[in-house]
Nanobody, 121 residues
Framework: QVQLVESGGGLVQPGGSLRLSCAAS????????MGWYRQAPGKQRELVNT???????AYADSVKGRFTISRDNTKNTVYLQMNSLKPEDTAVYYC???????????????WGRGTLVTVSS
């Protein structure tokens, strides 16, 4: 069984910072793509940031210059540093792993359960 567990969400004032973490565990041989998506109330889930095992990144325009994604391949962990947070960043943030090769020889896509980020004064 493979699972992703997020941590680091919470309540922060506008202009503040938070750091999210997501650790993958289970029978994992490798993970190519890891990333963060978010879903605000009444809206569809959207991509925030992704990062490949080689360090290639992609960002949503709305977070460029404010959010930074990184990963530790030795720990199968991805991080999201969020700075200059705005009320419109309020959402449930979900961790995602794509092209995850399990020890059973299967490629999987796995989602975490999400962590709530609330930006409010």
């Amino acid at each position: 069984q493979v699972q992703l567990v997020e941590s680091g969400g919470g309540l922060v004032q506008p202009g503040g910072s938070l750091r999210l973490s997501c650790a993958a565990s289970g029978r994992i041989l490798s993970i190519n793509d890891m990333g963060w998506y978010r879903q605000a109330p009444g809206k569809q889930r959207e991509l925030v940031n992704t990062i490949t095992s080689g360090g290639g990144t992609a960002y949503a325009d709305s977070v460029k210059g404010r959010f930074t994604i990184s990963r530790d391949n030795t720990k199968n962990t991805v991080y999201l540093q969020m700075n200059s947070l705005k009320p419109e960043d309020t959402a449930v943030y979900y961790c995602n792993a794509k092209n995850l090769l399990s020890s059973f020889g299967r490629y999987l896509e796995v989602w975490g359960r999400g962590t709530l980020v609330t930006v409010s004064s």
